[in-house]
């Protein structure tokens, strides 16, 4: 386990490093997850050769710390996320986000475009939308007010989410957690699908075959590479890891 102090506070970000060569692969995690749990098996998967890979979770979720004091939106994790990097001694690197940390990364490569050479999508967040009280993700933790969320709407999400996402979701601060889904349902200006239309980068978005993203076209025509990967839902890495693995070999080599 690594670590370095992204906050004023002193929080740490934390991550779990697998050894290997360059260009570094960094590997972010969805909201209410962790990146150990969902990446450790495609990480060290035989398809893919050895690169030095850092699984890493973002400020308020899994191993790393939960300042009451930050402010837990798109741009803020973006940023210590880069921090973090920095410290690390990363450049140019190769990022794997998912899900939430997909809107992140895509953030990222546009605030701090020496640090990312290459970009994995998947099944990202490109857009607001709603905050609705379903689906159970982020939309339905932003439907809560902070305090509403803090004191009962956690568990009422912890029933909708079922066990497995709960496991994860668990180890999230609850305002943290909250602050995130918000910021997420909120999107950003320019939206998160602008930013990565405009990144000069390699860049895929990976989907399960049966889902693919809104303007699949529009994706295309900026340069963005749209895969779809067979017998899989949302949670494409967990779902079918040999095709997740063989769909990363393709796109990086």
């Known amino acids: 386990m690594h670590d370095a102090v ?54 308020g979720f899994g191993i790393s710390d939960r300042p009451r004091d930050f402010a837990y939106t798109l741009e803020s994790h973006a940023d210590t996320l880069a921090d973090a990097l920095r410290k690390a001694g990363v450049a140019g690197a190769s990022m794997i986000a998912h899900s939430m940390g997909g809107a992140v990364a895509v953030v990222l490569a546009s605030r701090h475009p020496e640090l990312i050479a290459s970009l994995v999508l998947v099944d990202a967040n490109l857009d607001s939308h709603p905050p609705v009280p379903v689906p159970p993700g982020g939309s339905g933790i932003a439907s809560y007010t902070e305090e509403a969320f803090v004191s009962h709407g956690w568990k009422e999400v912890r029933e909708r989410v079922g066990p497995h996402w709960w496991s994860t979701m668990r180890l999230a601060d609850p305002r943290g957690l909250h602050r995130t889904a918000v ?71």
Do not use: C, K
């Open 6 to 59: 992204v906050h004023s506070s002193g929080a740490r970000i934390r991550w779990v490093e697998l050894p290997g060569g360059e260009p570094v692969r960094v590997y972010v995690h969805g909201l209410g997850a962790t990146s150990a749990p969902y990446y450790a098996e495609v990480a060290a998967h035989p398809l893919l050769p050895r690169h030095r890979s850092l699984l890493i979770d973002l400020l």
């Open 183 to 253: 910021s997420l349902a909120s999107g950003t200006t320019p939206t998160m699908r602008e930013l990565l239309r405009d990144l000069s980068i390699p860049r895929v978005f990976l989907h399960p075959e049966s889902g693919p993203p809104e303007d699949v076209g529009g994706l295309r025509a900026s340069g963005v590479q749209v895969v779809g990967i067979p017998e899989s839902g949302h949670n494409i890495m967990l779902d079918n890891p040999e095709a997740f693995a063989r769909a990363l070999v393709d796109f990086l080599g």
